[in-house]
């Protein structure tokens, strides 16, 4: 009851209680990738979530938001790589990230069920390919995720932009 009480106190003093989103998500940034006709589509995104908070969190899902003449393939959860070199690997963009990065790629998991351990991050990395038309845009990401000790759903939405054309260069010099 204390607990509550002080949650309650909390709230209506204006300091947070497990109200403000606890997953960071891009606010903005865009990613374009040039894919020519005759190349194989999907082509591979990551986008960049973590964990700032002090309780562990259960991916549920990732779906396309605002889009146009794009379609979502697959996802999955990519764990950044330490390399020995102190540096760390993630997930950008990639045509066969098996090919391009299998140490990176060998840690994929289903985005369903992964959890993100307080103060660690992940990829979610969505395999994308045009509809029928030349361009395609995805302007948002909606993740669906439960915080541990929750009884219900959350949501944060990535406004990382995605892009699948012919010619990148062309598009920004139009933009």
């Not at 003449?69 to 697959?74: K, P, R, T």
Request: glycine fraction near 10%.
């Amino acid at each position: 009851m204390l607990a509550a009480l002080g949650c309650l106190t909390a709230v209506l003093g204006a300091t947070s209680c497990a109200v403000s989103p606890i997953l960071n998500v891009p606010g903005g940034d865009e990613m374009c990738a040039s894919v020519l006709t005759d190349q194989a589509e999907p082509y591979w995104f990551g986008v960049p979530v973590s964990n700032p908070g002090q309780r562990a969190i259960a991916l549920q899902a990732v779906r396309l938001g605002e889009q146009d003449h794009m379609v979502l393939n697959d996802s999955y959860a990519v764990p950044p790589v330490q390399q020995s070199d102190g540096t760390t690997l993630g997930v950008g963009g990639m045509r066969d990230p098996a090919k391009e990065n299998p140490d990176l790629w060998a840690g994929r998991q289903p985005v369903d069920g992964y959890m993100l351990a307080p103060g660690t991050d992940v990829f979610l990395t969505l395999a994308l390919s045009r509809d029928a038309a030349e361009t395609g845009r995805v302007r948002s990401q909606v993740i669906t995720y439960r915080v541990d000790g929750e009884l219900s759903d959350r949501q944060a939405t990535s406004r990382l932009r995605i892009i699948l054309t012919e010619d990148c260069q062309t598009l920004n010099e139009d933009a």
